[in-house]
């Protein structure tokens, strides 16, 4: 027994701060064809990657809602005059882009909210790595955008579009998709 003891504390201790002691109970085995039809499908390996992280993420990270608004007309019309103005071929500025841009400026003036806890030690970020969900068609994924500080609304729009492109072809790299300090989520297509 006291040896048990001592490799499951060692075993804690080896894994605190690092995601593996959540102390989450186990998801129970349910029989979901009891309660009527069922099908049974194999998941991709980016929807398995995606769930164990998203599982982790949702676990381990506190939640912030704010529910504001804000007049958006001017930043509209400036947007909009920027997509006349683009040459051919030019990635369109979206309000993505804007909002990447805009939670940049948010971290920046509130910098307690660019950290991390590792173990017992807050982490504060200097960089400003920010990632965006991309639908696709083998599932969710979160290309980061890095040093959003340092590019315009332009920049930003153009390497979106990019690996938004290499996200949907599937050529997304995983180093693509690391790093990054906040993600926005756009309901704008909804």
């Known amino acids: ?5 001592k490799a499951q504390r060692e075993q804690m201790a080896s894994t605190a701060g690092k995601g593996g002691a959540l102390d989450v109970l186990p998801w ?15 998941m991709s390996r980016i929807k398995r990657l995606s769930a164990a992280n998203l599982h982790r993420n949702w676990v381990t990270t506190p939640h912030v809602t704010n529910h504001s608004q804000a007049d958006i007309t001017d930043l509209e019309a400036l947007r909009v005059q920027l997509n006349r103005e683009a040459r051919e071929g030019e990635a369109k500025t ?3 882009a804007c909002l990447i841009k805009a939670s940049v400026a948010a971290l920046q003036r509130f910098p307690q909210f660019n950290v991390s806890l590792q173990g017992e ?17 083998t599932g969710l994924v979160v290309p980061v955008i890095r040093d959003a500080d340092r590019k315009g609304i332009a920049a930003i729009a153009t390497e979106m579009g990019e690996l938004s492109q290499l996200a ?7 180093e ?15």
């Open 121 to 137: 030690e807050i982490i504060q970020k200097q960089y400003f790595h920010i990632g965006f969900a991309a639908d696709t068609p």
């Open 168 to 174: 949907r072809s599937g050529k997304l790299g995983a």
């Open 94 to 96: 979206t309000l993505l």
């Open 28 to 42: 129970p085995d349910i029989d979901f064809a009891k309660f009527g039809p069922i099908e049974r499908r194999s």
């Open 1 to 5: 027994v006291k040896a048990f003891v």
């Open 176 to 190: 693509q998709m690391r790093g990054g300090r906040s993600t926005v989520s756009s309901l704008g297509g909804i």
